[in-house]
């Protein structure tokens, strides 16, 4: 079955220009121009993966917005912020809430339709997960790959999928240093320093709100990021 996309972009030359990508790729298509048209229909059905916009016409933060709604009603539902604004702390403010990418509109339609399709084998990882190596328990830590799930002194920590996939691959190795590349291949994305800083940022305070001593997570400043063992 094909995958649906819903986009919120309120200028209508660009949005029917997505539009229309993203059906040549095979996708199924739902287009908004506004937030308030976005949430009733998300309300009845949401979709596979969402791309928004920030500004939506006069809602000049009516992206963060949504997606913060978004984020309230699913955990692991990809979100992609496609916006003209570039700069970091819009970057970081949309990460923080909870999306799993974010990119300006000068990216090319390639580059965007190979970061919707490593969103969507993490999907499709969620729907038929691995056998292999189902549970991991590291101390504290619990990882049910085959759920998607992530526990801390067996209390639940809400991940986005792209955040799953990076406590994963740290965790997993213990001790190990893992470098950009190698978090990139984990979370099937294309990320930049920046935006794995601001990601393991969030995980860092959601293992935090659990439990206020929790530092598993080494900073190794120059190479990457590692798993302390217990």
């Avoid at 997960?129 to 801390?152: F, Q, V, Y």
């Avoid at 979370?187 to 598993?216: C, E, G, M, W, Y």
């Avoid at 997570?217 to 217990?230: A, F, N, Q």
């Amino acid at each position: 079955m094909a995958k649906r996309i819903a986009i919120v972009e309120d200028e209508l030359a660009i949005r029917e220009n997505y539009v229309a990508a993203f059906r040549r790729e095979g996708y199924v298509v739902d287009a908004y121009d506004a937030r308030a048209p976005a949430l009733e229909a998300f309300a009845t059905r949401l979709p596979d993966l969402v791309v928004i916009d920030i500004n939506l016409r006069d809602d000049v933060e009516g992206g963060f917005e949504l997606c913060r709604d978004l984020r309230s009603r699913s955990a692991d539902l990809p979100i992609i912020f496609l916006t003209a604004r570039d700069s970091e702390f819009d970057a970081v403010s949309g990460l923080r809430l909870g999306a799993d990418d974010y990119l300006t509109k000068d990216i090319s339609l390639p580059h965007l339709m190979a970061r919707i399709a490593a969103l969507f084998r993490r999907l499709d990882a969620l729907q038929n997960p691995k056998r292999t190596e189902s549970r991991i328990t590291r101390g504290l830590l619990e990882i049910d790959t085959d759920r998607m799930a992530i526990a801390w002194s067996d209390q639940p920590v809400g991940l986005t999928l792209t955040e799953f996939w990076l406590v994963h691959a740290m965790a997993r190795y213990p001790g190990h240093v893992k470098n950009r590349q190698q978090l990139m291949d984990a979370a099937q994305a294309v990320l930049d320093d920046n935006t794995i800083t601001s990601h393991i940022k969030r995980i860092r305070r959601k293992f935090v709100a659990i439990d206020p001593n929790f530092n598993a997570i080494e900073t190794v400043y120059g190479m990457g990021y590692r798993w302390l063992s217990e």
